[in-house]
């Protein structure tokens, strides 16, 4: 933990809402019944312009995009190597993290009142924004994923290829279609001739359109048989 890290993006559902919490730059979009895509949350980067201001005005600085040369996110868990960078309003260094316990910092509550009392703000802050959403049932599904997915697929094209994926007949359900979108997720990957990122991700439907789909699928099997026996007699 001291010199890596990792963001975090969860979702809690309950009794039709949901709430978003999200620490870094992976990304969660909800997706509509009418094929629309909406972006929840907001990463936590050198292109979000908020949280750039935020990190310079606190004495931090970037060099190529990358926070202290080093880092693109700007929330996170981890990354305790900041702590070298960070100072306390008398612009005294920190004591290294393996003499914190000498000063009684031994859990959360004793760190986090140490840092207001000396003003002290994390670069990389692991303090996440929240998003709230009602009646999440109005959506078809919500899909979660590392920068490693967005960095190579932006929202709409993704949403796009979701729903071409869901239209075609051999998507039988959703674990078949989450393969599929993995292989489409590696094309895009292949293309830029990079190392490939960490690329998990989740994709949750909130009503069962497989069900639905072979259901129908079975009626026009039903009917066409029905109508070629017609056609014998």
Do not use: M
């Not at 490939?196 to 099997?221: A, G, L």
């Amino acid at each position: 933990y001291q010199k890596s890290g990792t963001t975090i993006c969860c979702l809690l559902i309950k009794d039709g809402n949901a709430w978003c919490a999200n620490c870094g730059d992976s990304r969660l979009i909800l997706s509509g019944l009418d094929f629309s895509n909406e972006n929840v949350s907001q990463d936590h980067n050198s292109k979000n312009l908020f949280e750039k201001a935020r990190v310079i005005v606190q004495g931090g600085w970037y060099e190529n995009r990358y926070l202290f040369g080093k880092i693109n996110t700007t929330r996170g868990l981890g990354d305790l190597w900041q702590i070298k960078k960070i100072k306390t309003k008398e612009l005294c260094k920190l004591p290294p993290i393996e003499k914190w316990s000498d000063y009684g910092l031994n859990d959360y509550t004793s760190i986090n009142n140490f840092f207001k009392l000396n003003e002290i703000n994390w670069f990389i802050s692991p303090i996440p924004q929240v998003y709230s959403i009602r009646n999440i049932e109005k959506y078809l599904f919500f899909f979660l994923a590392t920068d490693g997915v967005w960095s190579v697929v932006n929202t709409e094209k993704l949403n796009s290829e979701i729903y071409n994926l869901i239209l075609e007949n051999d998507c039988i359900d959703s674990d078949n279609l989450k393969l599929n979108i993995f292989r489409k997720i590696i094309d895009s990957w292949d293309k830029t001739n990079k190392n490939i990122d960490n690329i998990t991700f989740i994709c949750k439907f909130f009503h069962d359109i497989f069900r639905i789909k072979t259901k129908e699928k079975n009626k026009h099997k039903k009917e066409n048989k029905n109508k070629n026996k017609n056609k014998n007699k």
